[in-house]
């Protein structure tokens, strides 16, 4: 089955504790990416990839990394995480930047940092 | 920037009743458009997409929105509301560059027995 697959669906951390949320693509797609999900405010790029190596921030990377070494994987790291990165994230992953072909989505993470 | 602003960050109509849920983009280029539906505790799930072609799109579930240059808009759709249809909507929208997707701030619907 062709999907997104994000781990752990549910994390509760402490301040300051690095963290890394896994994400992995069965599709073959060039282009990965980060979303972050907030009440009212939608959700909100945090990066993207658009293929092995290639990297860019979105409109919220402050707080995070990224890196893709292969091409189905794209972990978000939180060095540090704060309690105003709790949050739900999403990965997606798509065939290339027009999207048009499909814009897949994983199941989520809910991250908590106390 | 190209973005996407949706009126109304809550809506509730009756179960049989028509649902609009509203969509504006900002550009002065068609471009292409999509809603995304997020029922409670999942991802994100393509309703539709504009992609220059037929200006009335088609979705799944009875859903069609309409694209409409004149006014910037691509407001979703559905005849008749069904309970099922309770969830988060979001239009969303390529960035001119092509390199972002960017979504809307979302409208929860509610459907009311």
């Known amino acids: 089955e062709a999907q997104v697959t994000q781990n752990p669906r549910y994390l509760i951390t402490v301040t300051g504790k690095k963290l890394t949320v896994t994400c992995s693509q069965n599709m073959n797609h060039e282009y990965m990416s980060w979303y972050r999900q907030d009440p009212g405010l939608g959700l909100r790029q945090i990066y993207y990839s658009m293929n092995v190596e290639v990297t860019d921030k979105g409109d919220v990377p402050e707080g995070y990394k990224v890196s893709r070494k292969e091409k189905r994987n794209f972990p978000l790291i939180l060095e540090s995480p704060s309690p105003n990165q709790t949050s739900l994230y999403f990965c997606?992953?798509?065939?290339?930047?027009?999207?048009?072909?499909?814009?897949?989505f994983g199941s989520g993470t809910r991250l908590t940092v106390v | 920037a190209q973005s996407v602003t949706q009126l109304g960050s809550h809506v509730s109509v009756s179960e049989g009743a028509l649902v609009l849920l509203r969509c504006n983009y900002s550009s002065s280029v068609p471009p292409y458009l999509f809603w995304y539906v997020q029922y409670p505790n999942q991802g994100l799930q393509l309703l539709l997409k504009y992609t220059s072609a037929a200006t009335l799109v088609k979705g799944i579930n009875g859903f069609e929105a309409e694209f409409k240059k004149s006014e910037t808009s691509f407001h979703l759709t559905k005849p008749s509301a069904h309970m099922s249809d309770a969830a988060e909507y979001f239009c969303?929208?390529?960035?001119?560059?092509?390199?972002?997707?960017?979504f809307g701030t979302g409208t929860s619907l509610t459907v009311i027995p």
């Open positions: 997606a992953s798509s065939r290339d930047r027009q999207f048009i072909y499909g814009y897949t």
């Open positions: 969303a929208v390529i960035s001119n560059t092509g390199n972002q997707f960017y």
